[in-house]
């Protein structure tokens, strides 16, 4: 798709059966479940004609809104439907032909019962599939001769080796849904928990309310280099992860000598053990979003981008294009900035800082807010889909909330009333995110920091510009309590743990 499919859309999800469906009959049945939270919608009539399947299916378009209308193998009817999207099972059309015959902004799903047919898939090139049906879970009437039955353990087991982005098929409840979520499932797909129920609305409204309410930790994956100080690299992405409640992992791609006053050597991580890490989690662990830090040579970012664009395709990435420390140490070689470049349209965002946007876009580092949003609105130029254009380097004391640039010369007062500005263009809206400035030394880390309390918070969030929000909130508080830590004598770490400490 030209858009990432998002798996949320998988958590309320129908299949319509027109028999169970009566007496309200299909159209009235969806249109009461997509009031009450259906979030996706997959047309399923076996027995109807192609004529009478197309009549129907543009009668839901007219109930569905802002629902996605997919339908089920009839790959031939999606245009003439106007439908958002096919899904196939292994007796129906090749994915492989539906997305050929469909291009890449329809939805294309896939039904899948065991391990071979989930090999099958996953070996599928990137951009074929969008999702996985696991099916069924359990058995249902609706399917006769369908696979036997998977169970919710095998149904686990699948879903965290998927490329994709998968949901559970087959006799799904509400009752399910704190089992499904909490086992890597992205959400429930579901006939006769909606389909023949006297109230459908009310249906819905269960589901999406059981799938809201149940919990599941995210796996956030960062890959970076090591800070042996702990205040940047994947020291400070783990701690920032956890702080912002997900669970954090790494492949470390460098190895660095630095403290608090510089870095003194850089010992890149051999590419094969780089991809040796990158594998053994692809083979085992749900990711539900990824950050990406320091990469230091150009090969390296070629390796990442082929990860982001094959297994790691439809994951939350945020891209921080490391390029030098907060001590001013160079940290990308010359010749991998390009590299870096070819990144941009691989990552849901980016987060350069004024020097890192420089340097992308090949001009001048930005000295005010306007030249700031014009230099995020070039990067999406270049291919961003997000940027978030860090203002906290512009010059000593901030960006005033009267002024667009503040001197070294600034007295302690108008530091008092400055304020760090951002600047945030995702999803087509520009957002300008302000906080307090904290005068302290302690900024080790904070563009580090920032990237992976993005990526922790975005599997929690409903969009980026929330997750943008309170991402800086988090990080402003942090910098805040930076000096209740004691950390070298240089640029010390924020305080990723201030919420959790102030309890002591």
Aim: charged share 20%; aromatic share 4%.
């Amino acid at each position: 798709m030209s858009a990432p499919f998002d798996p949320a859309r998988l958590a309320v999800y129908l299949v319509t059966d027109t028999p169970q469906c009566e007496p309200l009959g299909v159209v009235e049945t969806v249109r009461r479940a997509v009031a009450g939270g259906a979030t996706l919608v997959q047309l399923r009539d076996p027995d109807a004609s192609d004529e009478e399947f197309t009549r129907l299916g543009r009668e839901l378009l007219d109930v569905c809104g802002d629902v996605p209308l997919i339908l089920d193998d009839r790959v031939h009817l999606v245009e003439t439907v106007g439908a958002a999207g096919v899904h196939v099972g292994p007796s129906d059309a090749p994915p492989q032909r539906a997305r050929e015959l469909l291009g890449p902004d329809k939805i294309v799903g896939l039904s899948v019962s065991d391990q071979a047919q989930l090999d099958a898939a996953n070996a599928l090139p990137p951009g074929t599939v969008d999702y996985l049906g696991l099916s069924p879970v359990r058995a249902t009437a609706s399917k006769p001769g369908h696979a036997a039955p998977m169970g919710f353990a095998q149904a686990s087991r699948l879903a965290r080796r998927s490329a994709y982005p998968t949901c559970a098929i087959g006799g799904i409840k509400a009752a399910d849904a704190a089992a499904l979520k909490s086992g890597g499932i992205d959400g429930m797909a579901v006939i006769s928990a909606i389909c023949g129920t006297p109230d459908p609305r009310a249906a819905a409204a269960e589901l999406a309310a059981a799938w809201a309410a149940a919990p599941r930790v995210a796996n956030v994956l960062s890959i970076a280099g090591s800070d042996p100080s702990g205040g940047a690299g994947i020291q400070a992405d783990l701690k920032s992860i956890s702080a912002n409640g997900a669970y954090g992992m790494c492949a470390i791609v460098a190895l660095t000598a630095q403290n608090t006053r510089g870095v003194t050597g850089i010992h890149p991580v051999p590419l094969e053990f780089v991809r040796a890490q990158l594998d053994a989690l692809v083979d085992d662990v749900r990711i539900d979003a990824i950050k990406i830090g320091m990469l230091a040579s150009a090969d390296l970012a070629r390796t990442v981008g082929d990860y982001l664009a094959g297994p790691f395709a439809g994951v939350p990435v945020v891209l921080d294009p490391v390029m030098v420390a907060t001590s001013g140490d160079r940290l990308l070689a010359e010749d991998a900035v390009e590299a870096v470049r070819g990144l941009l349209p691989l990552a849901d965002l980016i987060t350069p800082n004024l020097p890192e946007a420089a340097v992308l876009l090949e001009t001048e580092p930005a000295r005010s807010l306007d030249e700031l949003t014009s230099q995020a609105q070039a990067l999406v130029g270049l291919g961003a889909r997000g940027v978030y254009a860090k203002g906290g380097h512009f010059e000593s004391g901030g960006v005033p909330a009267d002024t667009s640039a503040q001197g070294p010369e600034a007295s302690d007062a108008s530091k008092a009333t400055a304020e760090v500005r951002d600047v945030v263009l995702v999803d087509g809206e520009l957002l300008v995110l302000s906080a307090p400035f904290v005068d302290t030394p302690n900024t080790h880390g904070t563009g580090c920091s920032l990237s992976s309390a993005l990526a922790a918070l975005r599997p929690q969030r409903p969009d980026w510009s929330t997750t943008a929000r309170d991402a800086k909130a988090w990080l402003s508080a942090a910098i805040a309590a930076a000096d209740t830590l004691s950390v070298g004598g240089g640029h010390g770490p924020v305080q990723h743990f201030h919420e959790l400490w102030s309890r002591r």
